[in-house]
């Protein structure tokens, strides 16, 4: 019996039996989940940047691993912080779904139809400034909790919308509520969103027995997407971010970055086994 830890949500849940799925019809063997609570998701009053510290909702289940209560750990990927401490490792990316960011508006009207001055919640600053950049007239009012809380808030802080990632949405069989989906080169999805991940201990069994899950073409992907989030120093916290697709033997990237006060927006596209430095030149070219 794999011990599977996650946090405790719907939609780490949900997730989490998704990757249960895969590793019984593939490893043809069997897991029973371990839930924890984080600190990311402890702590609701405060904006993810003011909380600061890395890996704010995985600190709790990298623990669980150190101390063997739990074998491998789903999280989502764009949780987990570009550089993790030496115990651990990713030794899977097997699926991504749908990376883009969602509207979900009050009263079915898209982001532009939306009246002047529409309240718009999203706590998040590269959602908020890329929001902004599109329309300036918007207010951003800060919404923190899961899926369910912050979409319930839409009603109870008197929002006209509220912007979530697809994937999540689409996990929880709610994505009939979405109102409209940002285009990637609108709203650019922070580094990794959509994509799943198995962590483990380094070297350990559990690493190798579940790597065999990864998929080679989304881990280049979210490999390029997290190094252009390194190299800027990117995080919860800054506008960073990027989205890389494979098509044929060819990467295309699409990044964003802020430069005195300024929204820029590159790409860059090449031979997909030449990831990391595609991403290291359009990492050099945002800045
Ligand atoms: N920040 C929390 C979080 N982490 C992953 C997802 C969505 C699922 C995914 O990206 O795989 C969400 C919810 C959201 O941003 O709306």
Redesign the pocket.
């Known amino acids: 019996m794999i011990k599977v830890a996650t946090r405790k949500s719907s939609?780490a849940e949900k997730?989490a039996d998704i990757i249960i799925e895969m590793i019984s019809d593939k490893l043809n063997l069997e897991c029973e989940k371990r839930l924890y609570t984080t600190k990311?998701d402890r702590i609701l009053d405060v904006s993810?940047d003011k909380i600061g510290g890395k890996g704010l909702?995985i600190k709790e289940i990298e623990i669980a691993l150190l101390k063997k209560e739990a074998d491998i750990a789903v999280h989502?990927?764009?949780?987990v912080p570009t550089e993790l401490d030496d115990n651990f490792e990713i030794a899977a990316v097997p699926i991504?779904?749908d990376?883009r960011?969602?509207f979900v508006s009050m009263n079915g009207l898209t982001f532009f139809e939306q009246r002047r001055g529409a309240r718009i919640g999203t706590s998040?600053i590269r959602r908020a400034k890329q929001l902004l950049a599109l329309r300036g007239d918007i207010e951003i009012v800060p919404i923190r909790g899961?899926?369910n809380t912050?979409i319930e808030k839409i009603e109870r802080e008197n929002l006209d919308g509220v912007?979530?990632?697809?994937?999540?949405?689409k996990?929880l069989g709610i994505d009939a509520i979405v109102t409209e989906y940002f285009d990637i080169e609108k709203i650019i999805?922070?580094c990794?969103?959509?994509?799943?991940c198995i962590e483990t201990l380094k070297n350990n069994e559990f690493y190798d027995m579940m790597k065999v899950l990864n998929k080679e073409d989304i881990r280049m992907c979210v490999e390029a997407e997290r190094n252009i989030m390194k190299l800027l120093n990117g995080g919860?916290h800054s506008l960073v971010a990027a989205y890389a697709k494979i098509e044929g033997d060819y990467i295309y990237i699409i990044g964003v970055n802020e430069k005195g006060g300024k929204i820029i927006k590159k790409d860059i596209e090449g031979k997909k086994e030449n990831f990391l430095e595609l991403s290291r030149q359009l990492a050099k070219k945002l800045c």
Do not use: T
């Open positions: 939609l997730q990311g993810l909702f989502s990927l764009k949780d991504r779904d990376a960011d969602a998040s899961n899926v912050r912007v979530l990632a697809a994937a999540g949405l996990r999805p922070a990794g969103q959509g994509a799943l919860c």
